[in-house]
């Protein structure tokens, strides 16, 4: 089987990166993170990473113009590792146009709620307000929409009374932790093609 070559970006703690790293190291996903690349320095992504033996750059977005540099930076960096997809796992800023074109159907994200309800940085606390009684996780494609590309995947949780936005988002990284690397399994070893917005797999 293929293996496919992937970078990960990440910002915060990387509970994502670890689940995907264990899956690669236990082989049940075909991929291999050559690069993690992270906007914080103290992100615990990175350490995450260096355990595994996984190469790492931090860089930081005040050191360079604008966001299209920043991102043509981390991009240069991807494309220096060979890398065919690129998995968001908890990356905190948005991407330009310029960086989401560069690697049109490549880029994959992670997001907490059943999209296209609750999309952005507050997804969680955004779901417990409304009082929706299900919520959970997507993966999806990134396009210039945020958090508004094809959907990959998809998986609920019950929202239950006593909810604090903490135990809800613990409910919901349960689900993420078994979605994100069975999505990306399937996406090496299934394939897919778009038929408009519409995921359908097959043809790998
Ligand atoms: C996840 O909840 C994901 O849905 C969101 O950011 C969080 C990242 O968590 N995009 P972690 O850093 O992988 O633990």
Redesign the pocket.
């Known amino acids: 089987m293929n293996v496919k070559a992937i970078a990960v970006m ?1 910002s ?6 670890e689940v995907i790293l264990e899956a690669m190291q236990a082989g049940t996903c075909p991929v291999e993170v050559r690069l993690v690349i992270s906007d914080k320095a103290e992100a615990p ?1 990175l350490a995450v990473a260096k355990a595994a033996g996984v190469s790492t750059l931090h860089l930081d977005p005040k050191a360079y113009a604008d966001r299209a540099h920043y991102d043509a930076a981390c991009a240069d960096a991807i494309d220096s590792h060979d890398c065919r997809w690129i998995v ?4 905190m800023r948005i991407l330009s146009a310029e960086f989401v074109r560069r690697f049109k159907g490549r880029i994959v ?4 709620s059943i999209l296209p309800a609750f999309p952005g940085a507050h997804a969680v606390e955004e779901a417990l307000h409304h009082g929706v009684k299900i919520s959970g ?1 997507t993966v999806h494609l990134v396009d210039e929409v945020l958090d508004g590309g094809p959907i990959l995947a998809q998986a609920a949780v019950p929202v239950l009374d006593g909810d604090t936005r903490d135990s809800l ?1 613990a409910r ?2 349960a689900e ?1 932790h078994r979605l994100y690397p069975a999505t990306l399994a399937r996406m090496a070893s299934v394939g897919f093609r778009l038929d408009g917005r519409r995921v359908v797999w097959g043809g790998a």
């Open positions: 990440a915060g703690r990387g509970t994502n990166l992504a968001l796992a908890g990356y994200n992670i997001h907490p996780c988002h919901i990284q993420e």
